[in-house]
């Protein structure tokens, strides 16, 4: 099986790559080949078994996504976009990447299609962004798509696309909206969202993060290895149980940040959590305020997707995937 | 005021143009100038008062979209479109016009923009097309866009890119779902739905239609002069009690085949219904149960928009617009 990875170079990708190595089947499939894409040159892993390419490439330029499917790979994991923020402040990036790169991408397939069959395996890394305030207190399989930001626009509509691109039979997708992925590994960036990890993270490696909201702000979370999972899942599951309803919330965790620190607290400690300092941020409350609490995933739980369900095994599995098994305050 | 009404040459662009005419205002201001715009040159109407420019142009065209709007039009109704049965049948086609023609569109008044401030109100006729089974039984603002057809999914991916671009400020768009238009006027056509129709129009006019489905089935309905009156009331409403959401349910009515038929009993007698002859269709009824049958405006009602409240009513505009107030049999 040859498995093609766009967007490799992130940090989910990066998982997901060593996840692919480490099992080295898909499905029950042994893998033969990994093509690994980012627009930066992906580090090409060492692997026995595997053949591994890696490729610098812009889906959005002319011509590249003919290129990446003209080898046929059966799988093909589309993670590759521009941030919330750079969407944002770049209208014209954000679009030309995360909705014609994509459809790009799509039509490659539906074109490679036409000579001779070809529908592979399409895993779509979608977004909670897609949802905007005012919501229910939990959000379900059925509340619409109204995006408050350019980026939750383009994941709602390659959603669209990878619907249809299904339906007619062009690719078989799956589209799965990630919680927000709590603790993000590495260092402290500018995303408005980065506090979330950063209380947990930084604390666990015996430093000061800030905390720029009140305890009572309630968010949707799951860890990075849930989220290698969900891929992972959505890459084998049987898609006729979709049926047309290609894209899927994922569980996660519904928790405020009081609960994140009470279990930063029961994992590492009083001297972990003394390491928080509060510096409220009226602009990022309110924008935390108007971001999806909690979600009612009824359709991926029956279809087996599960997350954690407490904040004490989020940080348990930063601490092993992360930190070696070491806390160090 | 300037108004451009782009696919002017359809039945609902003729009818609203008819509209603009007669009253010679919208939102108060005087209309100075009408630009229609079809991809067939649309008839140009008389007025003594308002200045006409009629043009065939096909807004998926390159530089057209550009073309259009250099004249700074403060109003745009965008109703061109490629059919739904047409948009499944050439996949390239309605993708083409559907999304790509209305994205150049948007593209083209945010170009508009960047030297001179320029936001005109764009109205976007959408689709309950947008809707896909399975449904709750009346379908509420809520409701998520799952379209089962490539026009409903182009319908969708349009109506994100007009909350976003007015989110940004490009552009000032009302999007409205509108229901099943009946009765639709003229011959009779290929449509699946065009039965909801033709069962009244054809024996109000002393002829024989036929019913491929069962009296049971229902559907959602307005008249093509309700269908004018959203427009208008689109053009002229304050956008600002949209906040970001800026496509609307229209209201209608949710009626049976068996409602239809007593009601045309009560307007124009038993001869008119005895010309309904029954011929069942399992590949129409499968299609009409797979589409929305029932919704709960509540959003368009709070802002004023109403619809018919009985079929006698849809009938008695029928008969009053198209048949000089005569019923045949």
Same mark, same amino acid.
């Given at each position: 099986m040859h498995i093609l990875i766009i967007g490799a170079a !992130? &940090?989910?990708? #990066?998982?997901?790559?060593? #996840?692919?190595?480490? =099992? /080295?089947?898909?499905?029950?499939?042994?893998?033969?080949?990994? =093509?690994? @894409?980012d627009v930066a040159l992906p580090d090409r892993p060492a692997s026995r078994t595997i053949a591994i390419e890696t490729q610098a490439a812009d889906i959005a330029a002319p011509g590249v996504a003919g290129q990446l499917v003209a080898s046929r790979p059966e799988v093909i994991f589309h993670l590759a976009a521009i941030v919330s923020g750079e969407a944002e402040l770049d209208f014209d990036k954000g679009y030309a990447i995360n909705l014609d790169g994509s459809r790009f991408l799509f039509e490659a397939i539906r074109q490679a299609g036409r000579n001779e069959p070809y529908c592979p395996r399409v895993v779509f890394t979608s977004s909670i962004a897609v949802f905007g305030a005012p919501f229910p207190e939990r959000i379900d399989d059925t509340f619409l798509m109204a995006p408050r930001t350019s980026y939750g626009t383009q994941k709602a509509i390659v959603e669209l696309l990878l619907s249809d691109y299904s339906r007619r039979g062009f690719l078989d997708g799956v589209g799965i909206r990630l919680p927000t992925i709590c603790?993000?590994?590495g260092r402290p960036n500018k995303a408005a969202s980065g506090f979330f990890s950063s209380i947990l993270r930084e604390p666990? /490696? !015996? #430093? *000061?993060? @800030?905390?720029? @909201?009140?305890e009572s702000a309630r968010?949707?979370?799951? $860890?990075?290895r849930s989220a290698v999972r969900f891929l992972l899942q959505a890459a084998? &599951?049987?898609t006729a149980l979709l049926d047309m309803r290609r894209?899927?919330?994922?569980? !996660?965790? $519904?928790?405020? @940040?009081g609960e994140q620190? *009470?279990?930063?607290?029961?994992? /590492? !400690?009083?001297?972990?959590?003394?390491?928080?300092?509060?510096?409220?941020?009226? &602009?990022?409350? *309110?924008m935390v305020e108007n971001w999806p609490k909690d979600f009612d995933t009824a359709r991926a739980s029956a279809l087996g997707f599960t997350a954690e369900d407490s904040f004490d095994a989020i940080i348990r599995v930063h601490i092993e995937d992360e930190l070696d098994g070491q806390v160090r305050p």
């Open positions: !992130g &940090m989910v990708g #990066q998982k997901l790559t060593a #996840q692919l190595l480490a =099992t /080295a089947t898909l499905g029950g499939d042994p893998i033969d080949k990994l =093509t690994l @894409v603790i993000r590994p666990l /490696a !015996g #430093q *000061e993060a @800030v905390l720029p @909201v009140d968010h949707w979370h799951a $860890s990075p084998e &599951m049987d894209n899927l919330n994922m569980p !996660g965790l $519904s928790a405020t @940040v620190i *009470e279990a930063l607290r029961r994992v /590492a !400690g009083d001297r972990a959590v003394a390491l928080i300092r509060r510096e409220p941020d009226a &602009m990022i409350a *309110e």
